[in-house]
């Protein structure tokens, strides 16, 4: 149960920090139609996440409650796509270079297409 309310609170706390950081980038980007505040957000998460993992393989610096805070919780909150970005890593390190291509087609063609599915099936019950 501790490790639940652990990666609850990181969680929390990686929302607020993507609310505050993401407004703060739209801001600053005026009038810009490229979703630049998203591409930040999520290429921080991934090297916090390249970070954290290496610190914990090379160094154990980090205790399974500590990882579960910070990558599921924290990281989690902030960007998914962060641990989108470290299996594929982990993929293509064991040499699985045919499964980590299949994994980001399938996360970017299926994301993408359940956005639409979504999206269709909203209009359709809701009209217009």
């Given amino acids: 149960m501790g490790k639940i309310l652990l990666v609850?609170?990181?969680?929390?706390?990686?929302?607020?920090l993507r609310y505050l950081a993401g407004g703060l980038v739209y801001r600053w980007r005026g009038s810009s139609a490229f979703p630049i505040e998203t591409l930040l957000i999520n290429v921080l998460g991934c090297l916090g996440i390249g970070m954290i993992a290496a610190l914990?393989?090379?160094?154990?610096?980090?205790?399974?409650?500590?990882?579960?805070f910070l990558m599921i919780g924290l990281l989690g909150g902030?960007?998914?796509?962060?641990?989108?970005?470290?299996?594929t890593f982990e993929l293509m390190r064991d040499g699985q270079i045919g499964t980590a291509a299949l994994s980001v087609g399938a996360q970017v063609v299926l994301g993408i297409s359940a956005v639409?599915?979504?999206h269709v099936a909203i209009r359709f019950v809701w009209g217009s």
Avoid: K, M, Q
Wanted: proline share 0%; no cysteine.
């Fill in 56 to 68: 914990a393989e090379t160094r154990g610096v980090f205790s399974g409650a500590t990882r579960a």
């Fill in 78 to 87: 902030f960007t998914t796509f962060s641990a989108f970005g470290y299996e």
């Fill in 116 to 118: 639409w599915l979504g």
């Fill in 8 to 16: 609850g609170a990181g969680g929390f706390l990686g929302s607020v």
